[in-house]
């Protein structure tokens, strides 16, 4: 039997393309517009279709085409649609400029007509002056003949395994004559941050992380959670694709240089607070993680947003050690860089989140996840060390179409930024 089919838009580096996997989807299609995510991706996923597009260009006949889906039932379309989430005076927000590409969303799901249909963002959209913006979204879907799941839900991943407080809106709708799902029950088990990174290695004791992100080590991993994302444990819940990947390979690690003084003040710093001056947390072991953060775009100068601080390291967390706080198992791998390595964590979905939400539709589906025996084979090719030019070039798309800063950008703003206090 052939597992359902679905389709990732606005598809960063793939969060929510693992959690649907994981609960027995294909994902046979992703979009995104950014070339260096479409390469991470597509290096994690080397059997879905990576789409280097922006959604507003794109019409549902054109996925169709490149995913080689002809005229298939398409089970569920999934995305968050970054959006501002506001109307002006007397004009419908979803005919806003700012808020087109949710427009498009919207759009493809009507071109495509999956059976279900998932809309992910930030759980602000339910608050104030956005709660209109959401409730003409809702409108929208249902004239395209789709039935909303209502009330809408703000989920915490922590309720779902993640060791993170992070709260995101979903928001769920199926095709007439489809049965409508329900959101996921919280569990009443949590995972702490000493069960996701208490057992990776210190960075800063490998001279080769200075240079690449990678390096061999082995080490001791105790913790069933962390087994199961260094594929040493099997996960009963995870019917995902297995990768090729060797255990005993330390990724996405590459080091963060501190001055002494810096050191200090974090190693001075309690558990669960913040450095005042730095204004990074400091990690609690046995708590969860403040939410991870994305930080700015090039467009906006490119500052990440504060990253915590190791809960006994007197250093902030390396990617990896974020990766495992969202979620991510160990075979899968970011960009080589810091900075994008950590955007690509911040932006996205954590994977048990996503499987959480995709397991319920694949109940109103009323199907059993099937576990494949296929191995995926990753060759990395490069991806993950393309600069936008390469990745452009990759992609044959123009090097300029993220765009970068073409502006200074004053002192007191760099800062704030710095600190993640605009723009998120």
């Not at 005229?71 to 649609?81: E, N, P």
């Not at 419908?92 to 493809?108: E, I, P, S, T």
């Not at 990768?243 to 001055?259: F, V």
Request: proline share 6%.
């Amino acid at each position: 039997m052939a597992r359902p089919i679905g389709i990732d838009l606005f598809a960063g580096a793939g969060g929510m393309s693992l959690g649907f996997e994981q609960a027995g989807f294909d994902i046979a299609a992703a979009v995104e517009i950014d070339p260096i995510h479409c390469a991470t991706h597509e290096r994690n996923f080397p059997n879905c279709k990576t789409i280097c597009a922006s959604v507003i260009g794109l019409t549902g006949d054109d996925v169709r085409v490149r995913a080689g889906l002809s005229k298939k039932d398409i089970d569920v379309v999934f995305g968050g649609a970054p959006c501002q989430g506001f109307s002006m005076i007397g004009k419908r927000a979803l005919d806003d400029q700012r808020n087109q590409l949710v427009f498009h969303y919207v759009r493809l799901v009507r071109e495509l007509q999956p059976k279900y249909c998932v809309f992910e963002n930030v759980k602000g959209l339910t608050q104030g002056k956005h709660i209109g913006f959401l409730h003409e979204l809702i409108a929208s879907l249902e004239e395209c003949g789709y039935r909303v799941l209502q009330p809408y839900s703000v989920l915490n991943a922590a309720d779902y395994g993640v060791p993170q407080d992070r709260r995101r809106l979903f928001l769920i709708a199926a095709r007439q004559g489809q049965a409508l799902p329900q959101y996921p029950k919280p569990s009443s088990k949590r995972t702490t941050v000493w069960d996701a990174i208490g057992d990776l290695p210190d960075a800063d004791g490998f001279s080769e992380l200075r240079g690449v992100d990678f390096v061999r080590a082995q080490w001791k991993t105790w913790s069933g959670y962390a087994l199961q994302l260094r594929g040493l444990k099997k996960d009963p819940d995870n019917y995902g694709y297995a990768r090729s990947y060797d255990p005993d390979m330390l990724t996405s690690s590459l080091r963060t240089e501190h001055t002494n003084l810096s050191r200090q003040r974090f190693e001075a710093t309690e558990g669960g607070k913040t450095e005042p001056i730095s204004r990074f947390r400091k990690l609690a072991p046995n708590g969860l993680c403040n939410t991870l953060r994305a930080g700015t775009d090039s467009a906006r100068g490119a500052f990440t947003s504060p990253r915590p601080i190791h809960p006994f390291l007197p250093r902030v967390i390396t990617v990896r050690e974020a990766a495992r706080l969202h979620s991510y198992p160990d075979w899968f791998r970011f960009h080589s860089t810091k900075w994008h390595g950590f955007r690509q964590i911040g932006n996205s979905v954590p994977p048990l989140l996503g499987r959480a939400v995709a397991g319920e539709i694949l109940k109103a589906l009323g199907l059993q996840p099937k576990r494949p025996q296929d191995v995926v084979q990753i060759e990395d090719g490069g991806f993950l060390t393309f600069d936008m030019g390469d990745a452009a070039r990759h992609y044959e798309v123009p090097h300029d179409t993220i765009a970068q800063r073409l502006r200074k950008i004053p002192v007191n703003a760099q800062y704030e930024l710095a600190q993640g206090r605009l723009c998120e």
